[in-house]
């Protein structure tokens, strides 16, 4: 049986480059507010060296994610209304991810035009411009290829 995360890596690699990440916000600043985010998510490399947070495993790792498929780590059971927002072509850009991160059950219900979706991620980025610069961060320790 293929899981639906092979699917969604499968699909992500079909669909050719990457599509090119920039940040507009303040990396430092970034850093700083991303304290809020290590009780659930941690930054992995491909080495195996954390990054950031503390080995947190409630979140996916967001080593990578500017780029990459929504859903797309492989062995993370994200929630049915994420799988269907990467199956159906999410890509974490800064766009995207400042308005999943300051509201996600909204955002998935919007993209995805269902009323009943709903996001795991509990906490939700109060300012635009921490998103921002969270999103500056993340990009800072590696995009998706």
């Known amino acids: 049986m293929i ?8 699909a992500a690699l079909a669909v050719g480059p990457a599509i090119a ?20 998510h941690v930054v992995v490399n491909d080495a195996g060296e954390t990054l950031a947070g503390r ?14 498929h929504a859903g797309a780590v492989e062995g993370f059971k994200y929630s049915s209304s ?11 850009t800064e ?10 059950t ?8 269902d009323d009943k979706a709903r996001g795991a ?7 635009e411009e921490e998103a921002i610069d969270v ?3 993340l990009v800072s320790l590696g995009v998706h290829e």
Not at 3 to 10: C, D, G, I, P, T
Not at 28 to 40: H, L, S, W, Y
């Open 3 to 10: 899981r639906k995360s092979a699917l969604v890596a499968a």
């Open 21 to 40: 990440q920039e940040a507009s916000g303040d990396a430092a600043a970034g850093e700083k507010a991303f304290k809020q985010c290590i009780t659930c």
């Open 55 to 68: 080995n947190a495993q409630v979140g996916p790792n967001l080593y990578k994610v500017p780029g990459r």
């Open 82 to 92: 994420m799988t269907d927002a990467g199956e159906k072509g999410l890509v974490w």
């Open 95 to 104: 766009e995207e991810f400042v308005k999943y991160t300051q509201d996600p």
């Open 106 to 113: 909204g955002y998935l219900r919007a993209y995805l035009g």
């Open 121 to 127: 991620m509990t906490h939700k980025v109060r300012k």
């Open 135 to 137: 999103y500056a961060y």
